[in-house]
């Protein structure tokens, strides 16, 4: 932990911070009766001070069960928005309000609206990767851990739109066989992986399995000895003999994999171009001094039109009971 460097950072329009960021964040979560959950992909000081670490499917879980009164969301916007939809009358904090989504933001309700029209009589069955707004029109939501899960528990005779990733979508085809209608949306993170660089790497590591999120392109999962969520990769490489991998998904779940698995060694997969493009530019906004902040402010917090926190409830829950 870089408590001595953090104490010397200055945030000008908020003030000075302490000399201790970690220990006046544990006061604080004391003082609001907080929990801190955290998503895999966050910097690793932010991993580190959480109170949970998962990836969707886990983290709305802990939000579902959760008896603190505060809950501080170290992720994305929509990740907080499913907290709330979860828990309307706790404190939701999010240290960056700018940390959206590309996938969720490549899914606009009013053109998803006018698609779900346009196919009548389909489920839909949403990635929770979207909006509140998107959830609300949704009829089951799903994670990257569940969604084959889900759509194996869907009747075969009945129509469904699966949004907004098209690639797990396709990949959801592709394991259970069925014809699904997709959202084109996509993850830019997970778009920009590099098949060239991946069989580079394959090549001077021979002995390295490759692993992969099935966000990403089908040219690169086909390189992928194991595809599965972030959560799932995690397990993976802990329970493989395998002592080498290369990892295609965002790079901060490599800080649980070096922690879990000390003694294996994890290649970040590279982008297509020389940038650090396989970082989620949003998930990196949050920093350990921004969440001090959001918790001794109290703000950014997390709100919604009770109308659409109900709506996007249901299929939330749905997913719950289907993934038990």
């Known amino acids: 932990m870089f408590t001595t460097a953090l104490a010397q950072r200055e945030n000008t329009q908020l003030g000075e911070l302490p000399l201790d960021l970690f220990a006046a964040i544990q006061s604080l979560k004391k003082e609001l009766n907080a929990v801190i959950l955290a998503h895999y992909y966050q910097e690793p000081d932010i991993q580190d001070i959480a109170d949970f670490i998962g990836d969707s499917l886990q983290l709305a879980r802990a939000a579902e069960k959760t008896n603190a009164d505060a809950i501080v969301f170290a992720g994305v916007h929509f990740m907080a928005e499913t907290a709330k939809i979860l828990n309307p009358d706790k404190l939701v904090l999010l240290p960056d309000l700018n940390a959206g989504c590309s996938l969720a933001d490549s899914c606009p309700a009013d053109e998803f609206a006018a698609f ?3 196919h009548p009589n389909h489920l839909v069955v949403s990635y929770i990767n979207c909006s509140a707004d998107i959830k609300a029109m949704s009829d089951i939501i799903c994670t990257s851990s569940n969604a084959v899960k ?53 090549i ?36 493989s003999p395998t002592k080498e991998f290369i990892v295609a998904t965002e790079p901060g779940i490599i800080h649980q994999m070096q922690k879990l698995a000390p003694d294996k060694h994890f290649i970040p997969a590279p982008p297509i171009n020389n940038c ?19 918790m001794k402010n109290r703000t950014p917090e997390i709100t919604m039109l009770e109308d659409i926190r109900l709506a996007a409830l249901r299929p939330m829950q749905r997913m719950l009971e289907m993934s038990v």
């Open 276 to 294: 650090a493009c396989n970082e989620c530019p949003f998930m990196r906004l949050n920093t350990l001094e921004k969440l001090y902040w959001a």
């Open 204 to 239: 001077a590591h021979p002995e390295a399995e490759a692993i992969a999120h099935p966000e990403c392109e089908s040219s690169v999962l086909r390189h992928a000895s194991f595809i599965g969520s972030t959560a799932a990769l995690l397990k993976y490489c802990q329970s």
């Open 150 to 202: 889900i759509v194996q528990q869907i009747p075969k005779e009945q129509p469904i739109i699966f949004a907004p990733d098209r690639n797990l979508g396709r990949y959801v085809m592709e394991q259970t066989g069925r014809d699904l209608v997709l959202w084109q949306g996509s993850c830019v993170v997970h778009e920009t992986f590099s098949e060239k660089k991946i069989v580079q790497l394959k």
């Open 116 to 118: 779900k029209a346009a």
